[in-house]
């Protein structure tokens, strides 16, 4: 078991803004083909990922991994890889999935359940991978 | 001049079916001119305090200077820092004035367009064809609509030399909401993904001067024994962490009361046609206290 430190902390929150901006920008790029009502679930996602930043510098210090299932490192590596896809895939529900599942990663990081964890990074990783 | 008559008769029509007393109006059509018009002239003014609220307020957050200043500079506190290589590149610093002034244009956007709503709802018109101009200019300058949309934009929301009456009034206030809510919305999302784009540097001056500064301080005061020297650095690297928690409140202040902006204005454009103008004032007496709330989270 490992514990989340302060620096890992505010690196995590770094790229759950990351994520936000992403997901802000591919409402730009698309804006054209995009209802009202997703532009809408967009920003709400936006908003929510932002909020989950906050969260994460407020509550994840301290916060125990099961290293063995879900280790700061595959965290990093998921985000990591959420965020690339945001910026390259092109289908909604697809960019969708990926900002609901981190909304589910930085949900149980927060509540520091590690089982919690372990099955929302392979959530993470189905909803890049679909 | 009929079309916006049309436009505006409707916004008063689709409150007969919440009120008998002008329903009976529409029923004597020789006396409807009197009595409705003495109804706008005692109670117009009033009604469209909401939606001049709803404006003022608006204006007031979307006008906060604080990111646009501060977002070029972080990469120069970056190099302070003792960041080097590509975060602090040439090719970053453009673009991040490239995103400073996305930002300062998405702003300058929605304050005209407060403003001129803000004026047109106070029954505060000598400026207001000309804050029309302002914002369709801008509208151009941001890319957010071409020139050519304008035009009939201006066409649909100047007040030119029509009858100044309240009835009139309330058929303009549809008129520019519906007309501009598209380019509004456009340039709401452009200015939160400009303040989330922000946020993440922040978070990269907070991790850079944790590392560079404060860490290396930190080894040196451990290593050089001097006393009171470990003190100071965690006084100085607190100071220096509330400081950038500071510009986030208010940069999470702005993005929130631009969210609530924009949110607001989606529902006036969704239900002013439609809904009556009790509820389309009540809307917006909503988003002004949401607005509200945010303009006292900023940290002055």
């Known amino acids: 078991m490992s514990e989340i430190s302060g620096a890992d902390a505010l690196d995590l929150a770094k790229r759950y803004k990351q994520a936000a901006t992403n997901l802000g920008q591919y409402q730009l790029d698309n804006w054209e083909s995009l209802t009202t009502d997703q532009r809408r679930l967009l920003t709400d996602e936006e908003y929510t990922l932002l909020d989950n930043s906050q969260n994460l510098v407020t509550y994840a210090v301290g916060v125990l991994l099961d290293d063995a299932q879900a280790s700061l490192d595959k965290i990093k590596q998921a985000t990591d890889e959420a965020n690339k896809a945001i910026q390259t895939v092109a289908d909604f529900k697809k960019v969708l999935g990926i900002a609901t599942a981190l909304v589910t990663l930085a949900a149980a990081i927060t509540a520091g359940n590690p089982g919690g964890i372990a099955s929302a990074v392979g959530d993470l990783g189905d909803a890049v991978a679909a | ?300």
């Not at chain 2, 409707?10 to 109804?39: K, Y």
């Not at chain 2, 939606?51 to 501060?70: I, L, Q």
């Not at chain 2, 220096?240 to 607001?264: T, V, W």
């Open chain 2, 1 to 300: 001049m009929k079309r916006e008559f049309d436009a505006a008769s409707e916004v008063l029509l689709g409150q007969c079916s919440n009120s008998p007393g002008l329903c009976a109006v529409r029923r004597r059509p020789l006396l409807s001119g009197i009595v409705a018009a003495s109804l706008i002239v005692t109670a117009g003014c009033t009604n469209l305090k909401p939606v001049a609220d709803f404006a003022s307020k608006a204006s007031v957050v979307t006008s906060y200077p604080g990111v646009a200043k501060d977002y070029p500079l972080i990469l120069a506190r970056l190099k302070l820092c003792g960041e080097r290589g590509s975060a602090v590149s040439d090719e970053k610093a453009a673009e991040r004035l490239r995103d400073s002034k996305r930002l300062l244009e998405a702003q300058t956007v929605l304050q005209a367009y407060a403003k001129a709503l803000g004026e047109l709802a106070a029954d505060d018109l000598p400026n207001y064809d000309h804050q029309i101009d302002a914002l369709n200019q801008s509208l151009v300058d941001g890319k957010f609509a071409a020139a050519s949309d304008t035009g009939n934009y201006a066409q649909a929301a100047k007040f030119g030399l029509g009858i100044f009456t309240d009835l009139y009034r309330r058929g303009k206030i549809q008129k520019l909401i519906t007309t501009y809510n598209p380019s509004i919305q456009k340039a709401v999302a452009q200015l939160l993904q400009v303040v989330d784009g922000y946020l993440v540097s922040l978070s990269d001056e907070q991790i850079v001067y944790n590392q560079l500064v404060a860490g290396r301080s930190r080894k040196a005061a451990e290593f050089l024994k001097l006393e009171g020297f470990p003190e100071f650095v965690s006084v100085a690297a607190a100071d220096h962490a509330q400081l950038l928690l500071d510009r986030e409140a208010n940069a999470r202040a702005l993005s929130r009361g631009i969210k609530a902006f924009g949110q607001g204005h989606q529902e006036l454009a969704d239900n002013i046609g439609t809904a009556s103008f009790k509820e389309v004032l009540a809307n917006a007496t909503k988003y002004a206290e949401q607005l509200q709330t945010v303009i006292e989270s900023f940290n002055r």
